[in-house]
């Protein structure tokens, strides 16, 4: 979301996001909060998904003025705030939105999320018009575009982990060639397969007849 900025006043105003979802899910927030565990952990929660929103609020506008100190204090003031709290949350389960990188404490939750905000159901799947092969229909269509090759083995351990959740076959990987070979080597090596298995993850590597991406398979 873009900060208006109401240069008379000198305030900041973050339009508030509309969200269908919010009020099924405050339903559930409710039902769930009964001792005081719960509350402090339910707060850090909220925090959380306030500050990594705050975040993307002041990147954007430091994409317009890098050079902006007060909104770069900003930053760095958030980013210190949102690691205190996961170090704070790390003992709890909580499951992450991948679109949004929003937390939740259950799966219902999240998934009512997903369904609301992102309608991630009929999202960025493959079809047999784009891929031939069945194996790779009912994927989840990953592009990796521009990712150092850490930060992309990370949000394909992201994608894996919560498998059961989204109910998708199977990754198909854009990792693209013509800006460089790091991620296709990696993500067409045995390297990647033992990582992967060393990770918790049993995975076969599908060709999609296109240079450009790999397909992922979880076996059974
Ligand atoms: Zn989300």
């Known amino acids: 979301k873009v900060p208006k900025l109401d240069n008379k006043k000198g305030k900041k105003i973050f339009p508030k996001e509309k969200e269908k979802g919010a009020s099924l899910n405050n339903q ?6 009964t001792n005081k565990t ?9 925090k959380f998904n306030r500050i ?15 050079n902006n100190t007060h909104f770069n204090d900003l930053l ?13 949350i790390k003992n709890h389960s909580f499951f992450i939105c991948l679109e949004c990188k929003r937390i939740f404490k259950s799966k219902e939750e999240l ?11 009929d999202w960025n799947l493959s079809t047999k018009y784009k891929y031939q092969e ?17 930060d992309a083995k990370l949000e394909v351990v992201l994608y894996l982990t919560n498998f059961e959740m989204t109910g998708f076959k199977g990754l198909i990987l854009i990792h693209g060639y013509k800006h460089g070979q790091t991620l296709k080597n990696y993500f067409r090596s045995e390297t990647f397969i033992r990582e992967m ?24």
Not at 38 to 46: A, K
């Open 28 to 33: 559930s927030i409710n039902k769930k909060i």
């Open 111 to 121: 998934a009512n999320h997903t369904k609301f905000k992102h309608s991630i159901s």
């Open 134 to 150: 069945p194996a790779l229909h009912g994927c989840y269509i990953l592009d990796l575009h521009g990712f150092y090759l850490e």
């Open 38 to 46: 719960d509350l402090n952990y339910e707060s850090l929660i909220l």
């Open 197 to 220: 298995r060393d990770a918790g993850f049993e995975i076969d590597l599908i060709n999609t007849n296109n240079p450009g991406s790999i397909g992922v398979i979880l076996k059974n």
């Open 76 to 88: 760095k003031k958030a980013k210190k705030n949102l690691s205190e709290i996961k170090t704070q």
């Open 52 to 66: 990594q929103k705050n975040i993307k609020s002041y990147k954007y506008v430091l994409t317009k003025k890098p």
